[in-house]
């Protein structure tokens, strides 16, 4: 599976995080969880951090999966 990618975010004035994914909003986090999503993300790799805060770690291996014999009928 491809490694995450296209991922940024931007932390607000008003304590919050918007995350995003190639320029489009993925998820956006507020009080406690934004402060544990910005330890998290200081600790490890930030993309792979990203990637499993929105839910959006799965990307790219769908493609394969598709293609794979047990999933072609």
């Given at each position: 599976?491809?490694?995450?990618?296209?991922?940024?975010?931007?932390?607000?004035?008003?304590?919050?995080?918007v995350?995003?994914?190639?320029?489009?909003?993925?998820?956006?986090?507020?009080?406690?969880?934004?402060?544990?999503?910005?330890?998290?993300?200081?600790?490890?790799d930030?993309?792979?951090?990203?990637?499993?805060?929105?839910?959006?770690?799965?990307?790219?291996?769908?493609?394969?999966?598709?293609?794979?014999?047990?999933?072609?009928?």
């Amino acid at each position: 599976m491809p490694r995450p990618h296209g991922f940024t975010y931007e932390q607000r004035g008003d304590h919050s995080v918007v995350i995003t994914h190639q320029g489009r909003a993925a998820g956006t986090l507020r009080g406690g969880r934004a402060e544990k999503f910005l330890a998290e993300v200081e600790a490890g790799d930030a993309q792979l951090v990203m990637a499993r805060w929105t839910g959006a770690y799965k990307f790219g291996n769908e493609r394969m999966a598709k293609n794979h014999p047990r999933n072609r009928r």
